[in-house]
């Protein structure tokens, strides 16, 4: 049996204290789902934000950075048009315990790419070191960890078990989304409708109505 899960590279952060956060070990994924906790939310919030704190300049457009500290650290979430979430589509397969994970520099801002081979459109790669390639092998999709490795792991499946796992990892994403909206309004309620925003773009998601 294969299981797809959206996640999110994390690591804890050190002296946080804008919103609660979980405790993780450094570089792990953090699936994000509707089961995900208060605290997991907080920590996936806090990631997206860390990871695309960037500071603007004149001749971007985003305007300066808020002198509050809270407004500071959500500056680049809430202004950088393309946001980087690191992570992306997981797959296992339980019966023999192989794992499909996403490589180095991919987000799960780019997790339609997987629809494109879907479609038949052939390669995507999701990823380098290891090189993380998904590609149609005759009647079969297969998804390589390394495709650099001659005897990297390799899972099969057909399309439409691919097609079933994309939805399910999608309706992921949506109640994911769905928690951080109200997390963020208990949490963040003067900057809630922005951050709500900005995670359904980390997402490539559309904003909850």
């Known amino acids: 049996m294969m299981s797809m899960q959206p996640v999110l590279e994390i690591f804890a952060p050190d002296g946080f204290e804008l919103w609660p956060t979980g405790e993780h070990e450094r570089w792990e994924y953090l699936v994000l789902d509707g089961r995900s906790t208060p605290a997991e939310v907080g920590t996936a919030v806090w990631r997206l934000a860390d990871r695309n704190d960037i500071d603007p300049e004149e001749a971007d457009g985003r ?32 019966a023999t315990g192989t794992v499909f994970a996403p490589g180095c520099c991919t987000g799960l801002e780019d997790w339609r790419a997987w629809l494109d081979v879907t479609d038949g459109a052939g390669t ?69 409708p922005a951050v709500t925003t900005a995670i359904a773009r980390a997402l490539s998601l559309e904003p909850p109505l």
């Not at 500290?69 to 202004?79: E, I, S």
């Not at 005759?138 to 005897?151: I, K, S, W, Y």
């Not at 899972?155 to 994911?176: H, Q």
């Open 63 to 94: 305007g300066p950075r808020p002198e509050d500290p809270l407004g500071a650290f959500l500056h680049g979430l809430l202004t950088v048009p393309d946001l980087f979430a690191p992570g992306g589509l997981r797959v296992t397969d339980t």
């Open 124 to 192: 995507a790669w999701f990823g380098h070191d290891p090189d993380a390639r998904v590609e149609w092998v005759g009647r079969t999709v297969r998804l390589t960890q390394d495709a650099e490795d001659d005897h990297s792991p390799v899972i099969e499946l057909s399309p439409d078990e691919l097609r079933r796992l994309l939805a399910g990892a999608e309706r992921d994403l949506r109640d994911f989304l769905a928690l951080a909206a109200r997390w963020a309004e208990r949490q963040l309620p003067d900057h809630a």
